[in-house]
């Protein structure tokens, strides 16, 4: 019945943005723990950014300043507004929430390069 969709995964060149968003199947007005994780290849599953249970907003370091975590409850989506992007940022972007148990998506591939 809950169903993650993330979009806007691309090719970009360094410096350069993308918005990633999380399509969910569900209502998520209320909803407050969920957020985004990426994967680069060699490399362990991370926290990029999430809503908190208590209503917090939080960044992993390599991030802040660069990336920002929203959502639009009348759209049922979340987005991440990625700007000054990295070679290191290149990575699947899986949205993930917690709706009385955990739920993720299929990801989005996210390229930097020149």
């Known amino acids: 019945q809950v169903r993650l969709v993330e979009s806007g995964g691309g090719l970009v060149p360094p410096g350069g943005s993308l918005t990633l968003s999380c399509e969910f199947s569900?209502?998520?007005?209320?909803?407050?723990?969920m957020g985004w994780y990426r994967q680069a290849p060699g490399k362990q599953r991370e926290l990029v950014a999430a809503f908190t249970s208590g209503g917090d907003i939080i960044y992993e370091d390599p991030v802040k300043g660069r990336f920002t975590i929203s959502r639009d409850v009348t759209k049922d989506t979340m987005y991440l507004q990625m700007n000054s992007l990295k070679t290191e940022d290149t990575a699947i972007y899986y949205c993930?929430?917690?709706?009385?148990?955990?739920?993720w998506g299929q990801g989005t591939q996210v390229t930097v390069s020149s």
């Open positions: 993930n929430a917690w709706i009385w148990t955990e739920y």
């Open positions: 569900v209502r998520i007005a209320g909803l407050s723990r």
